[in-house]
């Protein structure tokens, strides 16, 4: 037998479940760029500061190997490093989300890099065993997949293309 005090909770609950629901449904580009933001910006002000970047070794011998030589890592790394920041601050900036969108694909093809000319330092036995370093540019897959949804919404209304409204789901059951 169901109480009318079990049925206000659930209907408390649902109501309470609506408003996230719809709260998410209209922030959720506004967070994916501010999360993607903050991880540029701290990993690229790390790279600004000598030591600090645990990536900087892998970053700058990359870098250097790609640029056949061209570039050291003494100067590669804090370039590197403005550029993150750049891009994360591009994120922010709706204005040039399409251009900072270009530039964060474009780094992460590089950030991917080491995969090919140095896969001693990202795998311990390749294909499937990385080290800390392989999992860090693993983790690049998020980035890109999120860099892609926010590049979906530029000129977008809706602010994901994949609301449950624009795939015809029943809004009610999510």
Request: charged share 15%.
């Amino acid at each position: 037998m169901e109480t009318s005090r079990s049925k206000s909770v659930e209907t408390g609950f649902e109501a309470r479940k609506r408003q996230v629901r719809r709260f998410l449904e209209s922030h959720n580009n506004h967070l994916l760029r501010f999360s993607v933001c903050l991880i540029f910006v701290w990993f690229g002000a790390l790279k600004l500061f000598p030591g600090l970047s645990p990536a900087e070794s892998l970053a700058g011998t990359t870098l250097q190997i790609l640029s056949f030589g061209w570039i050291g890592p003494e100067h590669s790394v804090p370039l590197l490093g403005f550029f993150e920041i750049v891009i994360g601050l591009g994120l922010l900036c709706r204005r040039f989300l399409r251009l900072t969108a270009f530039i964060l694909l474009l780094h992460m093809m590089g950030a991917a890099a080491p995969v090919v000319v140095l896969p001693d330092q990202v795998f311990v036995q390749a294909p499937f065993v990385l080290t800390l370093e392989g999992q860090y540019i693993l983790k690049n897959i998020v980035i890109v997949t999120v860099a892609l949804a926010i590049g979906s919404t530029i000129h977008s209304k809706s602010p994901l293309p994949l609301s449950p409204q624009s795939v015809n789901l029943d809004s009610e059951r999510l």
